[in-house]
């Protein structure tokens, strides 16, 4: 079978038009994610055992199993075990399992970059009288975001890429949809090479921004 070039170009438009998808997908599971990953940083960091035990318990399962395989855990296991969740939907379904697993690897990120701005600081600022919440948000946090941002913007990429694995679920978005113009037109590469290249202008897009945001914030710490 020849290479169908005007039908990948023809099939772009298509394909493009499951993008704003695609988008809620990533955005959404991104929010979350940083939600998630907070709080289990928090717990981490937790005196009690059996909280800092659940969180490192929560942190070795999603960085250990894959998530296509928790995906399927979620949509197709869960709700023969709670019938309640029968309700959930493809895209809640999505949602849920990247932002699950996206939240553990993020707990770490923010463990490391807290853990990396030197502890001198924060003992020299609740000398003067901050309590620990002024420490944190006026000499932590400000250096911690700046060391976490490249490692949140690479998440965020890995993430837009992760929803396409939201059509084993049944969703159609840019990957689902360019399944089905595949298997309707049998022409498999064009179909796959074009959602390729979609996934890689929004990469290129995004990476362009995370650059730019980086510069911009560590403006403050160039001498």
Do not use: C, W
């Amino acid at each position: 079978m020849n290479f169908d070039l005007s039908y990948l170009i023809r099939s772009l438009p298509q394909l493009l038009s499951y993008l704003p998808i695609t988008m809620m997908l990533s955005v959404l599971s991104m929010i979350f994610s940083v939600m998630l990953g907070i709080i289990i940083e928090s717990m981490i960091r937790s005196r009690l055992k059996v909280v800092h035990g659940a969180a490192n318990a929560y942190i070795l399962f999603f960085r250990s199993t894959p998530l296509l395989v928790q995906l399927f855990l979620l949509y197709y296991g869960l709700p023969q075990i709670f019938p309640a969740l029968s309700a959930m939907n493809a895209f809640q379904a999505t949602v849920i399992g990247i932002s699950l697993n996206n939240g553990a690897y993020l707990a770490e990120i923010f463990r490391a970059a807290i853990d990396s701005v030197d502890r001198g600081q924060s003992e020299a600022a609740q000398s003067v009288g901050m309590t620990r919440l002024q420490t944190f948000r006026r000499i932590v946090f400000p250096q911690a975001y700046r060391i976490a941002l490249p490692s949140l913007g690479n998440t965020f990429l890995v993430i837009i890429k992760e929803t396409s694995l939201g059509f084993t679920l049944g969703l159609t978005e840019m990957m689902g949809q360019a399944k089905l113009m595949a298997a309707d037109t049998l022409k498999v590469m064009e179909a796959f090479l074009s959602v390729s290249l979609l996934y890689l202008v929004v990469a290129l897009f995004f990476g362009k921004l995370q650059g730019l945001l980086e510069k911009k914030v560590g403006k403050p710490y160039v001498q």
